[in-house]
């Protein structure tokens, strides 16, 4: 995506989100988000997420897709997970940040039409079909989708990798996604590897 965003900018949101929520920012949280917008502003903008159980990545990739749309209200985002219901909590998080943080009033739809548990749409240019953010499991209907950011998060579960089947069949659904990714989009996999044999396994 042409328009870059600058660390500063993610920080000083994040910063101003976890003041709304009376916290302090963890050190490896800028971390996390100073490697995300690396990510997304730099090519190939592919990026792989692996981080220890509970330490927040999800919370912190809510939070740069919600700064993304500040920065560019135009982009298409789909979060995908093992399951429609783990994809949905991203889109409720995004979506609560969006509604709460002093920066994203302006973004905020009057007219609510899309604004629930699977998908949301913000105040944007007109002319863009797709909604803001959308979620799917990684068994869903993703075809004709168009996307500018794909976060899969947890899309590696033991219900999605416990046979060997099981993982030729995921491989062959994320390789789906490079026929819905915008040109220069970005993709990031964020996640905990299940098993040996993993899909996060560098070659």
Request: aromatic share 6%; charged share 20%; net charge positive.
């Amino acid at each position: 995506m042409a328009k870059t965003m600058t660390i500063t900018e993610a920080f000083n949101f994040l910063d101003a989100w976890n003041k709304v929520l009376g916290l302090q920012t963890p050190k490896h949280h800028r971390q996390i988000l100073s490697f995300l917008v690396d990510v997304f502003n730099n090519s190939p903008h592919r990026g792989l997420l692996n981080a220890f159980r509970h330490s927040g990545k999800s919370t912190v990739v809510g939070v740069f897709a919600a700064c993304v749309l500040y920065h560019k209200p135009e982009t298409r985002i789909l979060i995908l997970s093992a399951e429609s219901g783990l994809a949905s909590r991203m889109v409720a998080h995004i979506k609560n940040i969006i509604e709460n943080h002093p920066w994203c009033e302006g973004i905020v739809p009057d007219v609510k039409k899309e604004w629930g548990s699977h998908k949301i749409t913000i105040n944007r240019p007109i002319g863009i079909r797709e909604p803001s953010v959308i979620c799917q499991g990684i068994s869903g209907n993703i075809t004709g989708m168009r996307s500018d950011l794909i976060i899969c998060d947890d899309v590696e579960v033991p219900n999605t990798c416990n046979t060997q089947q099981k993982r030729i069949n995921l491989r062959e659904r994320l390789r789906e996604l490079d026929f819905i990714l915008s040109p220069n989009g970005t993709m990031i996999f964020i996640g905990t590897p299940h098993t040996q044999d993993t899909i996060y396994k560098i070659e």
